[in-house]
């Protein structure tokens, strides 16, 4: 069965605080390059960062593209907050899944295709972080948080990326004040198209120093403050803030759900189950993989890319 991919979306605009890049060949003797950029986004009064990761052959037309950032562009960290570039994303949300000490894991991140420079004259270009994600809502409970309601949904989602990868979303929260008519209107099963910010962010707040009058020495003593005792609140949420009303026509069937729900039983099964030793090789250790693996969830049909230009 050939399931229809989801429509996909996200895009960050920011100013570049780093990057990573790298150049080599693939197992498979493809000359590529990868970024790994973390862009600062300040939104509403706070600042986001999120990593967006890049990869492509070098004769892919999106390479052209990522050697002008490796070549041209500048960050925070090595040249200041006034002369980093400010930046344009477009890309897909995807899930990362791997096994750690015997357990599986999965948590999203963000697949970059293109990224633009925003010149000094594009003012009116605000900073950013927003998705547009099709999806089957496959769970959808209320929020606990220390032992709390809080008002507010935790979902899981399924969305259909390229040759049948099935994401699996989970704890994606439903803003507070929508919570009433998402439970009318997306009960489970059904196919949706969310408006979702991500939000990726440290909160730092310093204690108030407090001024003790002691009994000896001189003057006012302030009790000794160090770094340590900084409060950081690091927030990490994916909200669903609206969106279209359910998807009738097209909308992803009972049969290919379940269908769905195989894919991801085996994903994990497969995950999960050691990989047998390959002693084929008469020299040598170890298995090698491609770099940059992904979902797969860039559609070149999306982009208007040939197959062979796509970056996996």
């Known amino acids: 069965m ?6 996909n979306r996200v895009r960050v605009i920011g100013t570049l605080k780093r990057m990573k890049v ?3 060949t693939s197992k498979g003797g493809h000359p590529f390059i990868s970024l790994d950029l973390v862009v600062q986004s300040k939104i509403d009064d706070k600042v986001m960062e999120n990593k967006v990761s890049f ?3 070098r004769s892919s037309k999106l390479a052209s593209g990522y050697l002008t950032a490796a070549n041209e562009y500048r960050t925070i960290e090595k040249d200041g907050e006034h002369m980093a570039t400010r930046v344009s994303i477009d890309g897909n949300y995807e899930m990362n899944e791997y096994v750690s000490n015997g357990e599986y894991k999965n948590f999203p991140k963000i697949k970059g295709v293109f990224v633009n420079r925003v010149e000094e004259s594009e003012e009116e270009v605000k900073d950013a972080v927003e998705l547009k994600l099709e999806c089957i809502v496959m769970d959808q409970q209320p929020e606990m948080k220390d032992g709390k ?3 507010r949904l935790s979902c899981k989602l399924y969305s259909v990326g390229w040759g049948n990868t099935v994401n699996e979303f ?3 929260l439903v803003d507070q004040g929508i919570v009433n008519d998402f439970k009318r209107l997306f009960p489970i ?7 979702i910010k991500i939000n990726n962010m440290v909160i730092i707040k310093e204690p108030e120093v407090q001024v003790q009058q002691t009994p000896t020495g001189f003057g006012q003593q302030l009790d000794s403050i160090s770094n340590d005792n900084i409060i950081r609140d690091y927030i990490n949420e994916t909200i669903i803030i609206g969106g279209d009303m359910p998807i009738i026509e097209g909308k992803y069937t009972n049969e290919e759900i379940t269908f769905m729900n195989q894919i991801r039983e085996n994903k994990v099964k497969e995950l999960m189950t050691p990989p047998q030793q390959d002693n084929s090789f008469a020299s040598g250790f170890g298995s090698g993989f491609d770099s940059g693996v992904s979902n797969g969830n860039a559609s070149p049909a999306n982009y208007g890319l040939e197959y062979g230009d796509v970056p996996f």
């Open 170 to 172: 989970n704890n994606i």
């Open 22 to 24: 790298t150049e080599g």
């Open 189 to 195: 099963g059904t196919t949706a198209s969310f408006n």
């Open 2 to 7: 050939d399931l229809r991919q989801s429509t």
């Open 55 to 57: 990869w492509a052959k």
């Open 149 to 151: 309601l809080t008002g």
